[in-house]
């Protein structure tokens, strides 16, 4: 086994884990409690890993790595036809006035 990432939190060992089994490479997450140990441990020692199992596979997971790491984060808002209140871009419906947003 050898390690080829380490995530900044548990959700995105998930994604990538989830990834490279999508292309049928295996992998273990490694600390992946460890989160609840932060302040007894060093931030960095409770990082959760990804080990792959087969270091034959190293090239492909680390193309999925950069292309996983690239990816865009949805950022903005948009103004409610009713209220004119700004929303997240990620909600359906208006927080301020449960205007049904377009």
């Not at 087969?54 to 009713?82: H, L, M, T, W, Y």
């Amino acid at each position: 086994m050898i390690k080829i990432y380490s995530a900044g939190n548990i959700t995105d060992a998930y994604l990538l884990q989830s990834l490279f089994s999508e292309a049928r490479i295996e992998t273990q997450i490694l600390n992946e409690y460890a989160q609840g140990g932060v302040g007894e441990l060093s931030f960095t020692q409770a990082y959760p890993e990804l080990w792959l199992i087969n270091a034959a596979d190293a090239k492909q997971a680390i193309e999925i790595i950069k292309q996983f790491e690239q990816r865009e984060v949805p950022v903005g808002s948009i103004q409610c036809p009713q209220c004119g209140e700004p929303n997240p871009d990620s909600f359906e419906v208006c927080w301020q006035c449960q205007t049904t947003l377009p």
